[in-house]
T-cell receptor, first 112, second 110 residues
Framework: ELKVEQNPLFLSMQEGKNYTIYCNYS?????LYWYRQDPGKSLESLFV?????AVKQEGRLMASLDTKARLSTLHITAAVHDLSATYFC????????????FGKGTRLHILP | DGGITQSPKYLFRKEGQNVTLSCEQN?????MYWYRQDPGQGLRLIYY???????QKGDIAEGYSVSREKKESFPLTVTSAQKNPTAFYLC?????????FGSGTQLSVL
């Protein structure tokens, strides 16, 4: 059974600091996604990672995937208040099944 | 405009009542999904469909039912068997490796 775990679940940090969110998953996969959700809103796609060693960057966010460790990270560089949101990782298992399972999310609060 | 439309935005259910949440997409995507979101629980998969006239249970399918009679439509019925239906429900469709989400339906119990 595919399980996805994120940590931390809540993160409060100062502007200008760096931090990393971790996403572990339980079965073989090379398809991992990161999403952002603002309060009361739907989800916005941030990154799609499709191979071992994949790294993608957009502004102050960088995501990476290690399929051997079954681990993805979302790194925040020099955080700014606008990045306050909940971040989810999601995994699609490597088989013909279309099931996509989400982690519980990391609620990020960036203090000015 | 292309996209996914969920309706209604807010829905109230009386005890013992079945209610249906609508999800329509004009993106011509084959795969569609229903997720339930509770505070602190993330998104949990209810049902998903890879193609018309076919669907599979997700992790929390009990108390819910779906149909997929048309490619563009994937309605979710919350039945009276679902004893704790209050949640935010999100529908999505998938093209290649990207999920496109609707704006969600907040379901509450009267």
């Amino acid at each position: 059974e595919l399980k996805v775990e994120q940590n931390p679940l809540f993160l409060s940090m100062q502007e200008g600091k760096n931090y990393t969110i971790y996403c572990n998953y339980s079965t073989t996969s090379d398809r991992l996604y990161w999403y952002r959700q603002d309060p009361g809103k739907s989800l916005e796609s941030l990154f799609v990672l499709l191979s071992n060693g994949a790294v993608k960057q957009e502004g102050r966010l960088m995501a990476s995937l290690d399929t051997k460790a079954r681990l993805s990270t979302l790194h925040i560089t020099a955080a700014v208040h606008d990045l306050s949101a909940t971040y989810f990782c999601a995994v699609r298992a490597r088989n013909r099944d279309d099931k996509i399972i989400f982690g519980k999310g990391t609620r990020l609060h960036i203090l000015p | 405009d292309g996209g996914i439309t969920q309706s209604p935005k807010y829905l109230f259910r009386k005890e013992g009542q079945n209610v249906t949440l609508s999800c329509e997409q004009n993106l011509n995507h084959d795969a569609m999904y229903w997720y339930r979101q509770d505070p602190g629980q993330g998104l949990r998969l209810i049902y998903y469909s890879q193609i018309v006239n076919d669907f599979q249970k997700g992790d929390i399918a009990e108390g819910y039912s779906v149909s997929r009679e048309k490619k563009e439509s994937f309605p979710l019925t919350v039945t009276s068997a679902q004893k704790n239906p209050t949640a935010f429900y999100l529908c999505a469709s998938r093209w290649l490796e990207k999920l496109f989400f609707g704006s969600g339906t907040q379901l509450s119990v009267l």
